[in-house]
């Protein structure tokens, strides 16, 4: 089974098409969650994906809760991109031998509260210098790439 990369209320269709032409070249499945446009509902993201959206198997979910259902169901370990107190950094993280959905947040609030505590685990990014985070398409890139 393929990985997939969830996203959550992502705020620009620049964002979920860079998601969903990193996630075809990577393999990857994507679940689009929340206000988050679709290839469907926004003609935009289709423009700019270049016709990834034709072949990446990805889902609308009105809320982030059924997406993490459906993976539960499917026997999906669920994880969060967000930087929190006690999350674990993506090098150190130890991937079990069970595919992954990765939730990636908003491009401001990042992952929503209510999801972080329906995940397995939270992972972050480590940052080496000054910024705190990277932007939602650059770090679903890195998680895709580094969790097979």
């Not at 209320?9 to 446009?37: H, P």
């Not at 990834?52 to 169901?73: C, D, G, I, Q, Y």
């Not at 669920?78 to 674990?88: G, R």
């Amino acid at each position: 089974m393929k990985n997939i990369a969830i996203i959550e209320n992502i705020r620009s269709v620049y964002n979920v098409w860079n998601i969903i032409r990193t996630a075809d070249a990577l393999g990857r499945d994507v679940r689009i969650c929340g206000y988050t446009a679709t290839p469907d509902t926004n003609p935009r993201v289709a423009k700019t994906s270049l016709g990834a959206e034709e072949h990446v198997n990805w889902k609308h979910f009105p809320m982030t809760e059924s997406a993490l259902e459906e993976a539960r169901r499917l026997w999906y370990m669920t994880l969060a991109a967000e930087i929190t107190e006690s999350s674990l950094a993506l090098d150190s993280f130890v991937q079990e031998k069970k595919p992954l959905a990765v939730v990636f947040g908003n491009e401001v609030v990042g992952v929503e509260p209510e999801t972080l505590k329906l995940v397995d685990a939270v992972v972050h990014i480590p940052m080496q210098w000054h910024k705190e985070s990277l932007n939602v398409g650059q770090s679903a890139a890195i998680f895709m790439r580094q969790l097979r």
